[in-house]
């Protein structure tokens, strides 16, 4: 038996699948934040290039990976498959657990696979320069690295909590040729509105979203860029599931579960959705995802249309919601903190394919340190929920005596996240159940749609 699976480079995928041909419906619509109506590409194009909105909207299952993303993609993949069999012995479980490991890509997580395409869409169609934003920092750099390889101007805006808490990754972004600002910042007319009424605002993924998009749609050399959620970045994301299916397929085996953690949705729709199409035809596989029960999107949040940002200049899109004004609670360690989610694994946890399941953030961190003591590889806090769960599913095998095959994406490592590991070693990290009233006061301010 193998430890590392590896795949052959002239093996390695050459297209992505997009699931939107097997979706159990048609994919819901995508609104103008002030009209309401479904947008049109023209209301996209001062945001995004024209290939990318295509791609966004597209219902061709597989799409060619162009050669020049290819080839940045060889600089880490095809990523290697674990047998996590030290984990396995150290659980005494008769599960087989396999783990993609994204953490080997240059930025340390499974970002750069969308942030390739992107830059590589946009110099295509000319864009001198790509506006983001970026929370604890990963899509920032991941995004800085690609817009660097592609000879393209990159603005980020930083979340200020992180940009003052987090000053590595920031170093990180700014090592690969990008400016960043902390948010909100003076950059904007919301930013300076919200500075006014409170110059310590510590922002949040929203309101950075908020300021990223404002200065693309103003600026007509820019475009903007998403690191999560939307169709197409889903889709780049499922190069990391492709692999890891033929990956299984070389070890022997097939997966009983598929788990990846959900903070917009992408590394999560990156391992499952190629198994979406495998269940349609009638194979048993359960697609799970884990998020933190601090940000209960999936598990709490209704289905319905709301504002994909704090100011409301962002689409309105179907999904399960904490309300587009969120905050999550300063405790919250593990990042996955936006207050929805990707519209396309929503519909399908809606339909009843794709399970999410919600943990305790000290029982990740747990999780994590018995990983890193088994396996080696200290996890990202985000990442530590699909370790959590994995586990879980491990120990449950353990109690029926089941020959489980489990398979988790492992999607970054956490060596820029060791004070959030201080803190928890030091006792400051405590359990937060997101309130039901808090979810109930934040729906209030939902779109009326009626759709
Ligand atoms: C950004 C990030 C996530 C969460 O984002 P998704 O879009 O839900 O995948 C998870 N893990 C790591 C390491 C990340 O950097």
New binding site residues.
Partial sequence: MEKQIILKASDAPTQWYNVIPDLPGPPTPVLHPATLQPVTPDDLSPLFPMSIIGQEVSNERWIDIPEEVREVYALWRPSPLVRATRLEKVLDTPAHIYFKN??VSPA????PNTAVPQAYYNKMEGTKRIVTET??G??GS?LSMACNFFDIELQVFMVKVSYQQKPYRRSLIQTWGAKVFASPSDQTNYGRQLLEADPDNPGSLGIAISEAVEKAATDPAAHYSL???LNH?CMH?TILGLEAKKQMEIAGEYPDVVI???????????ISFPFVADKAAGKKVRLLGAEPSSCPTLTKGPYTFDYGDTAKMAPVVKMHTLGHDFVPPGIHAG??R?HG??PLVCQLVDAGIIEAKAYPQTACFEAAITFARSEGIV??P??SN?IRAAIDEALDAKKTGEKKVILFNF????HFDMSAYDNYFSGKLVDFEYPEAKIKAALANLPKVDM
Avoid: I, R
């Fill in positions: 994204e953490s340390g997580s499974h970002k929370g604890a990963q899509w991941a690191g999560s959620v970045v994301q990846g953690c959900v903070g917009g949705g992408s590394n999560f729709a990156g990042g996955l936006y989610d990707s996890p990202a985000e990442t699909a999607s970054g490592h956490g």
